[in-house]
């Protein structure tokens, strides 16, 4: 109720602020017999953590998972997960100057106003190293639903975009670059643009697309709880997500329902997919795919006048290290809400059999 | 859990089928001692009501809601609320066609693969009648809601866009013409798209946009249930919903923090928007904003081809009574499940004074 | 939240007061392809309802069940099962003396306490009239749980107490009788004891005893939803109920570990059962049995004291048509309730599977 | 759903094993502005920690809660409470014997069949252990409800009883001896009593009363989640508990309805309190009081026949530290559960204000 928990059957709740000992969280709900592999999930923590390339912020955290319990000798035992992360490079001081005031477009306001008091230090639990716990989650999550792919990757950065569909891409590629953009050229390109605008300061929005390809068919609870619903949910409560569009998306607002129509093959299959693998939020067989929109980084390294706790206009200035852009960090993440949710349903349609 | 409850304070459970005898709900955790306008409550049910208008489907459902406990002398109890819509205009036999074939992108398959069995008729469970309970709930959410104002209308038709943002249109003009679009002239040129798409025997998509105003300080609650992602949520669960955005959406994705960041004034309101009244997932108190794209209605007047149950090849031609495009019957329903979401996390806040 | 579901992947949501229009509710989460006896459900309300002999309260109420969705050509369909209960026999001006004074040990005073307002006829929701919503549900879930026998009987009737281990008895008796005791001698004791109350214009409490047999193993989901937890919940959210044991229960507590402990056959089976057949929570394939305490019926006949509103001291009688006791008609009740708990563990579990 | 959260509003999440590396647990939904007194709490944990006194089990855990979030500079931010307690004493090795074999009336069996895998040590997640987190949790919402004053105390050892009514009890005697009892004299009888039982290489079960006062008004939420309900189904999930009875409880099934009823004052109060201070599921404002039945522990020093893993005769002792009795260490527990329905309780019902 409190939102720190996500999920009904595979269930996650975490606990954690930027500049506090350790973040961490309990992952209620995994099936018993999954024999872990915690090089994966270590690798996945690689992909989301700070300091990784030139085009991310430098700070450096280890991030390495520690498993407290449900783990017994190196098979989960269907009894709750629970893990921390230590928090080792806080560099507290760097946000004394945010102690009494509030930083335009980012949480300090809102906290404020709805606690009454706030850990101001990085942000607290409005900042987004609350999401390595969920790249632990949704690591384990990949591991239970093995036969099913999930792959995410940058597609674009601010008006930068790769223009060509994911079913004519090599997404083993996504990796191969700082950017996680599965065009080499498209993806160097987006490289030159993050520096030029972490050069001038500045920082700069970007979209995710992500495909998710063997989902059984049936996944899904109408009426509320729509396949599509849940991912949408999941993708919108990562930090700086603005928007998220599956199958047709809003390009398909503006087609005719004779042209949007996926007429089936005799298997069920379908010949085209604006559906985007859900029909009436249960999946069909096809592959799911969606975007999701992140907004530019709210802290900048350029002066602005804001307001203090009392109203004072004061002027301030990005201090610490922030990231340029998002995205190349935030494909992990989305990756894993995308198993959080999927494993979730998964769980839950086994009812049905 | 299977997916037919929708809140957590303020819950609301539906049930029903299109072809049914009734359709119907429980709305529990409304406060007590509301006195409910019930006038009020029909006259957003003649908002989503087939037959309306020319633009819309010819069905006729007179959709009056009858309230079966949880009010006295007028006043809500706190004591759950039943309510019932009968099924007056069920033409079962217009389906006898889809009994054992399924309706490209429409439910008919997932439902078969995931349930085994199905009400045919109409869609069943899948059909956009069900939507008529959410009304329901909504409209009772607003009166409980009644300071704070919610506002949706269409933003476009095809690719027929308004380009006026919301501040800049009369909001009271919405329910002035069949298409429920502010400005007339460009609600004239939707109504002909929509009756020339209809002659086509084709349909069309479209996107609505909502204004949340007078929000208080405070609703939403992070790390997962951020006020946004129920918010969206909610939207995607509507039939025929691709997308959210709120805020500066998909479009701020291609700005610079320098540019999107929201300016303090010095009582804490903002100079610009782009946030779309939501910081961190909680409420800020400006204007909150979004778009929600509907895909064009899959039941077309043109033949097309599809499969039966064994997978052989059958023509199929939509018959019955079909909306050419959605949106002018769902501003309501968008409302509705906004209103629901606001209502919920406004009760939930109150934990927190 | 609100206190009005019950369940969480079986999950009634009820709704009705005592002398409204009518009570009902929505099943979420039954499975699809079940053919329902739709005989059989009405033969549990027929248990349950008012009338139905001398020892009982004399209204009458034909508890009529109407389904209005989730059933399709006699099957389930996996979608939501709505229904209703009309209230035939309303007397409401039995009721017009307790508008403004609160009768002892009853809800009145709590519920205008806690709600501000209340339907005070017939006691609003607070009438055990809303178990009838309990018994449709948990004759479905019977019948879903088809190998699964449970039974339920009158173990006490004030002190008169039915000194017979349940492995004695012959359960397929508790039916031959008024007051639902499979012992006839001790039965007829019983209802002879009721009837010499119900001339005093007295009440008496009461015990019921219920047995699950035939239960998987496995049920139950530690640390807080043990299997025995929610029976024990679901039994004391029944109107009356003071007390829960299971197993050896609070006669347990003053043996030995020496004594208590329940030896295993080499086959897992046990060869006592002083555990109730739940271990740590979990069912372990033993006979689940358990007692339900019932305090005496708050509405006596007799002149008594209380206030009103105001807190002036009014003198009250009873009037109406009430139960002397209530455990004949409670029987169903529990075993509804029991039904509806070991299903949607039965539910859960299959995610282990 | 899987079991390990307990609470709606002020939610619970725990995780551990007996003899993994930590235990821990994640509290969200605490009110912000709490200033904690964490000597307070960490009295809690000596008060149900192992080698505390001559009758309780001599394994030795310093059990110090180590918090990780959710407090700055001494105050709760309403952002979620994560918390572990390291398992110092574990002496894996006192539990090779039941690796392939399954004690009586313990979870071994069970855990085993449900989950294909346990982690056997100590009982892994079965193991009492688990209870530390409780009482974390229950002291923390025991300074949130600081008006409201909860008294566990021993009320019977076996067959020995404390025959005196809470009422004229000095419940702050309850923590001056070691088994809990207020009246001293009884103390020293049960303290006797058990290591008498101690010495045999017994076991012995007991009650406990608990006894909570000041509560106000109008908590609870019925007909579901009635306050006594979730209190039952509280303590029904502590281990070892075999029943739960409130206010007059079973013996209340004997009395008459004219001898039970409470009759008010003009004031609202009621001259007795057979009810126990509840009414139809909602808190009347008298004491709320009920009693807990703890079976014998299962583990015993003596020789006893069990079966192994291939369902072979295996004989068994019960090696390790444990405790002859339950009750004196479950004391803290029972108001620990009691605290986080209460507190939940009084979250949610600020809603109605």
Redesign the interface.
């Known amino acids: ?6 999920g ?2 595979f ?1 996650l ?5 930027s500049h ?7 992952i ?2 995994c ?3 999954i024999h872990l592999d915690l090089n994966a999930i270590q690798n996945e923590m690689k992909r989301r953590k700070p300091g990784q390339s030139a085009i991310v912020t430098q700070r450096k955290e280890p991030d390495e998972v ?1 498993f ?3 783990i ?1 000798e190196g ?1 989960t ?6 893990f ?1 992360i230590e928090n080792a490079n806080q560099k507290s001081k760097d946000y004394s100057h945010i102690k009494d005031s ?1 930083r ?4 300090d ?3 404020d ?7 101001y230090r990085g942000g ?3 900042s987004a190293r ?1 999401t390595a716990c969920r790249v632990v989650a949704g690591a384990i999550a990949k591991q239970v639903l093995k036969d099913i792919k999930i792959n995410a990757y940058v597609f ?1 950065v ?2 930068l975009e790769l223009n060509t569909p994911y079913t004519e891409l090599d997404l083993t590629k996504t990796e191969s670059n700082e950017v996680r953009c599965p065009d080499e050229n498209v993806a160097q390109q987006m490289i030159q643009k993050i520096k030029e ?1 972490k050069k ?1 300061g ?6 995710i697309t992500c495909v998710i390809q063997n989902v059984p ?2 996944l ?7 396949l ?3 991912i ?3 993708m ?2 990562i930090n700086a997500v ?9 390009s ?17 299959t ?1 010949k085209t997919n ?3 693998g ?7 067989g096809e592959d799911i795919y969606f ?1 999701v ?8 390294m ?1 002066k ?4 203090d706790k009392e ?3 004061v002027e301030m200035q990005g201090k610490g290290r922030h990231d340029p852009c998002v995205v190349p960090r935030a494909v992990p993440i989305v990756e894993a809400m995308a198993a959080l949710v999927i494993l979730d349903h998964w ?7």
């Open positions: 109720m409190a939102g720190n928990s996500f009904n059957i269930k709740s975490t606990f954690g602020e506090g000992e350790a973040i961490g969280g309990v209620d709900g099936p018993s017999g520690k407290l319990s449900g017994f098979q035992t269907g009894t709750p997960i629970g921390i509030y335009p477009s980012h949480a306001y809102t906290y106003k709805k606690y009454g008091v706030r850990d607290g639990r409005s609350e674009s601010g008006d605008i001038q500045d920082t700069i929005g970007g979209t068919i049936g899904g609870e109408p009426v509320f709880d729509k599509h619903a849940d949408g949910k999941a919108l409560s603005k928007g998220f569009e599956y199958g047709s998306g809003f398909g607002t503006k087609m005719k329902g004779s042209e949007h129509n996926d007429v089936f093959n005799s298997d069920g379908t604006f559906s985007g859900i029909q009436g939020g249960i999946s069909n975007n929109a992140f907004k530019p980084v709210a802290t900048t350029q602005q006048d804001t307001i109203g004072n206009t769980l839950l349609n086994k009812m049905y059999q």
